[in-house]
């Protein structure tokens, strides 16, 4: 297990993981709705939001980064997390009917790319979960929780990002308005900043929500890499090489 896992993990376990993770798990149970029957996938450090899903889907997949590490889950039962670069999943296309990216794009060096592997591996009409810090929010400007580390994204970054990609993003909502703090007074008073926050807008928000359905066609084909030519000498085999006397050859 790598620091950045054990990070994550300890950051959860916190009182004020505890209380971020119950707060954005509302939404992504009211975005994901039932997953009677379905594939679901999902990428980055999402396991703390999809328990949910282990008893109706048909198929659950945690995929985290190599570059991240990974952690079994859960913990009870085989496990279903796969180490893997978030770029080159192994899966095939049309594998999957739900996505949840948590800690997931933030941490990818091309975005871009990211979306074309979720478009390939996404069934028709599959809908995807992101959870992203936002950039101006408070969250990402603490480096004491995950959601302080990697590139956030404002909300006009994460529109294009998936409309430019063939995803329609159909609901929003922001979250996280509490300060990231572990004072008692702050977690206590949790609920009453999330709904005081909402009154002045997602000004104070500290991270993105969106449920996002995608499109038929890709309105961005999937870049190919460039195949790589490399030279191999032709090993021929030899006949052995008779020795003089002296010891030298001949």
């Known amino acids: 297990m790598t620091s950045q896992v054990e990070r994550i993990i300890g950051f959860y376990r916190s009182p004020l993981g505890k209380i971020a993770r119950a707060l954005l798990r509302e939404e992504v149970l009211r975005f994901a709705g039932s997953v009677k029957g379905q594939r679901v996938l999902g990428l980055g450090f999402a396991t703390p939001y999809m328990r949910f899903t282990l008893d109706t889907a048909e198929r659950v997949i945690a995929a985290m980064p190599a570059r991240q590490g990974a952690s079994a889950w859960p913990r009870e039962g085989p496990s279903h997390t796969v180490l893997c670069d978030p770029l080159e999943m192994p899966l095939t296309d049309a ?104 009154l002045f807008g997602p000004t104070f928000a500290g991270v993105h929500c969106v449920l996002a359905r995608k499109e038929l066609f890709p309105a961005v084909t999937r870049r190919k890499r460039a195949e790589r030519f490399v030279r191999v000498p032709a090993l021929a085999p030899q006949h052995a090489v008779p020795l003089r006397h002296d010891g030298h050859r001949d």
């Open 95 to 198: 594998a999957v009917d739900l996505i949840i990216a948590v800690h997931a794009f933030e941490h990818v060096g091309d975005s871009e790319e990211l979306m074309r592997e979720l478009w390939r591996v996404s069934a028709p009409n599959a809908r995807l979960i992101v959870i992203v810090p936002k950039r101006r929010g408070t969250w990402s400007s603490f480096d004491n929780t995950p959601f302080g580390d990697g590139h956030p994204f404002s909300k006009g970054q994460l529109e294009r990002l998936l409309r430019d990609h063939s995803f329609v993003i159909e609901q929003w909502k922001d979250a996280l308005y509490l300060p990231p703090s572990q004072r008692s007074l702050v977690l206590k008073s949790a609920r009453f900043f999330e709904r005081f926050g909402r």
